[in-house]
């Protein structure tokens, strides 16, 4: 039989039943549908996460203390198990450091920041002034924190955009006090509101001296003496200098922390973090997929209880076919065909609906973040072979029932 | 169905010369059915021989077997069974499709004009009568050009005044284009009418002795 042949005689017994088949493809077109829908959810959410972290800038490189083999902050005995502020101040040297241009340090506590009779629970970050560069926070109302606050450890804060507007509402809160595990501080400035993205989680933070949360609200200190850092955020000169500026921090560290073994610091990037976010990412979209190809299969079951029937239903006509020269083989490709069709155009469909729900879906707002989705053909490719596999795979068991029929049994069959 | 083995068909030897034409018959359970599936090669005999045109039919596998009917058997069955979703062209196309048949529309059409149908080509079964289905069903039979037309009750679901039209469809395909014709029947005048126009020549009733 010519393909031509083969696919007009599916579509005509595929529309000898109209109901039967549209809703058997419409197992299928919601298979598919739920597929590229989630999936392109899933890179939108990839996409929003990788693209927020972009804007944090790309010359930046954090340094931590503990190796990068092993999760704790215990090195090697008599080593520095922890940075310290003079560690991080020691990497700008043009001399052994060439490549940074500025460092900024944190350490963060927890704390409970009260305000009259509200309260919230918030990261503190202990910051010194070159943060706000740094890391591109910007000040709406009142200064950032002072090299003076750093050395008189000032018990003063910068109230993070959200943070005010819980405890102050829409009032300027400069100038108040609040308590923050106890302490009384003084508000000296509130943060620019950063939306959504990575940048955002400033909103719900609050800074102050790096000196402050040592002193007054961190619980461990180093035994060596000298403030403690939790990560060094480093800005690099230009984006080609990031590997150099690696290197060049790797051995001031190791030199002033004496190290001949493992190192107790790493240095990472923001490319390594994107990097490692898109793999997590990744799963989430292969996850997504996933619990949606339940349905698909769900589908493709559907499919083959179909088909079963219709071989049952159809077992005389078989027999004529048989009867008229049909080979199995000609018996096994109609009944594929049909299988596949109904498959195939179900993943078409599929993939029609799947485009204008995630078009639909696109920039709308979910729980105060606008929602990303981002299709793209490969989904839809990919959609489109699962469906054909799927009907090829569903199809074959009762395509082969059919041609194995004997055809007088078949001719018989009431 | 038992796995207990019924002999039938047991002892019978029939020579069917090309041209001829001529009616098996018996009553019912007398094995004219298993003859039937065997010239048709439908079936295969578990013993004995049944050679088509020289060919030993009994040794050959199933695609085999469906090329031979493709090519040198038709069919025409007592219930006609036609494909109710297809026209009467469709239907006489089918055998047309499993093969290498070219300009099949314009033979198809050919075929359904031999028997006098060429004016309802695109009715579907439902729409014609059962004497119109019929010759539907003869003319799928004739549209490859078959060494052997075997028709099984041709005329069982007919009145009287269609079997007679049938019956004389088939009586002229035999004389005018010297097509082999068996026809099983369990209707003695068919038997008569059969054997009447030839019946000094090699036309006769091979009776069975079955069982």
């Known amino acids: 039989m010519s393909p031509l042949t083969v696919l007009r005689t599916a579509l005509l017994s595929l529309g000898a039943n109209k109901l039967r088949s549209s809703l058997t493809l419409l197992g299928i077109v919601i298979g598919v549908a739920a597929v590229i829908s989630l999936m392109s959810i899933g890179r939108g959410v990839q996409r929003t996460i990788t693209a927020s972290i972009q804007a944090l800038g790309t010359n930046l490189l954090f340094v931590r203390p503990g190796a990068a083999s092993q999760g704790g902050v215990f090195g090697g005995l008599g080593s520095a198990s922890t940075l310290t502020l003079d560690d991080a101040y020691a ?105 959504g993205g990575a940048q955002g989680l400033f909103d719900d933070q609050v800074l102050v001296p ?70 997590t990412t990744n799963t989430l979209v292969v996850f997504l997929g996933a619990i949606a190809s339940i349905s698909l299969l769900v589908g493709g079951i559907g499919i083959m209880n179909i088909m079963l029937v219709s071989v049952t239903e159809r077992t005389r006509e078989i027999g004529i076919r048989k009867a008229m020269g049909a080979k199995r083989r000609d018996i096994l490709l109609q009944f594929i065909s049909e299988a596949t069709l109904l498959s195939l155009g179900g993943g078409g469909a599929g993939v029609l609906l799947g485009l204008v729900l995630s078009r639909l879906m696109n920039g709308r707002s979910l729980g105060g ?46 | 169905m038992g796995k207990v083995e019924v002999p039938a068909l047991q002892g019978v030897s029939r020579i069917i010369k090309e041209g001829e034409m001529l009616a098996i018959m018996g009553p019912s359970g007398s094995g004219k059915s298993t003859l039937m599936n065997i010239i048709g090669c439908l079936d ?95 003319a799928r039979a004739l549209v490859k050009n078959p060494s052997i037309l075997l028709a099984d009750e041709p005329t069982g679901n007919l009145d009287s005044r269609s079997s007679y039209e049938i ?15 068996i026809i099983v029947t369990h209707e003695a005048d068919i038997d008569e009418q059969v054997r009447e126009p030839r019946q000094a020549t090699s036309v006769g009733a091979a009776k069975e002795q079955g069982r």
């Open chain 2, 167 to 181: 019956i004389a469809i088939l009586q002229r395909l035999n004389q005018k284009e010297g097509l082999t014709v």
């Open chain 1, 91 to 195: 990497l700008v040297d043009t001399v052994y450091v060439p490549s940074v241009s500025a460092v900024a340090p944190e350490l963060r506590a927890t704390g409970q920041v009260v305000a009259g009779g509200k309260n919230t629970r918030t990261q503190i970050i202990g910051v010194t002034p070159e943060y706000q560069f740094v890391r591109n926070v910007p000040v709406a109302s009142g200064q950032f924190i002072t090299w003076g606050h750093i050395e008189n450890t000032s018990q003063v804060v910068v109230l993070g955009s959200r943070v005010s507007s819980t405890l102050f509402g829409f009032r300027d809160p400069v100038g108040q006090s609040v308590r923050i595990n106890g302490r009384l501080f003084t508000i000296i400035g509130v943060l620019k509101s950063m939306g």
């Open chain 2, 44 to 138: 295969v005999p578990t013993s004995g021989r049944y050679s088509l045109a020289g060919e030993e039919v009994g040794r050959l596998g199933d695609d085999r077997l469906a090329e031979i009917r493709n090519r040198k058997i038709g069919f025409v069955f007592q219930t006609y069974n036609l494909l109710h979703r297809l026209t009467a062209l469709g239907n006489v196309e089918l055998p047309l499709l499993y093969g290498n048949g070219h300009n099949g529309r314009r033979r198809a059409l050919e075929a359904l004009e031999r028997v006098g149908l060429g004016h309802r080509a695109h009715h579907r079964p439902a729409e014609l009568s059962g004497g119109e289905q019929q010759r539907v069903g003869i």
């Open chain 1, 210 to 279: 790096i000196t402050t949360t040592y002193y007054r609200l961190a619980s461990q200190r180093t035994s060596q003496g000298g403030v403690t850092v939790q990560t060094v955020n480093v800005q690099v000169r230009s984006a080609d200098d990031m590997d150099n500026a690696v290197q060049e921090i790797a051995t001031a560290l190791r030199l002033r922390h004496r190290i001949t073994g493992d190192d107790d610091f790493n240095v990472s990037s923001q490319e390594e973090t994107i990097e490692t976010l898109e793999k």
């Open chain 1, 369 to 414: 973040q606008t929602f990303q989705t981002a299709f793209s053909s490969d989904i839809a490719v990919l959609a489109l072979v699962v469906s054909a596999v799927i009907g090829l795979f569903f199809g074959i068991y009762p395509a082969f029932r059919a041609a194995r029929l004997h055809p007088i049994e078949a001719l018989r069959y009431e």
